[in-house]
């Protein structure tokens, strides 16, 4: 991994970049649910501007390049984290492992909570090892379901 990759929050000349990385990174999830419609491919950067309104959007760089990306918002105590993305040339370097530590930073002693498609062992396990347990399905298609993830900070 690059000793230059760095984590910082995001603003609003970095989404057209974000949201180009995550349209690249959930296209495998599209292949895998057998579904091109899946939000994340659909947002438009209108769409992402007004989320970065009520959201903390870091972003993981490498000199001036964007390579991952998470987001976050605090509703009450639960910190609600969505859309981690890592570019496919800079995975299993331990950048989604950061960009997570980070959110959680970001929001202190919150109960923070995710989804994560049932498909998607790889961001399961991530996250399991980062201390979310499951806590429910929800089906969202008759392809996909969402595996519901949560951790108290003090975990």
Do not use: W
Not at 16 to 31: T, V
Not at 34 to 61: F, G, M, R, W, Y
């Amino acid at each position: 991994m690059s000793a230059d990759i760095k984590i910082l929050k995001s603003n609003e000349n970095d989404l057209p970049e974000i949201l180009e990385l995550q349209k690249l990174c959930f296209s495998e999830n599209a292949i895998r649910y057998n579904d091109p419609n899946i939000p994340p491919l659909k947002q438009t950067l209108d769409e992402l501007i007004e989320e970065a309104k009520s959201h903390v959007i870091l972003k993981a760089v490498d000199g001036a390049k964007i390579i991952g990306s998470v987001r976050g918002c605090r509703k009450t105590d639960h910190c609600y984290i969505g859309r981690l993305i890592v570019h496919p040339d800079y995975q299993n370097q331990g950048i989604g492992r950061r960009l997570m530590a980070a959110m959680e930073n970001e929001f202190g002693d919150s109960v923070f909570e995710l989804t994560a498609g049932h498909l998607d062992d790889k961001n399961i396990s991530l996250y399991q090892k980062l201390g979310y347990k499951t806590y429910g399905t929800e089906k969202i298609s008759d392809n996909l379901s969402f595996v519901l993830m949560r951790k108290n900070k003090n975990n």
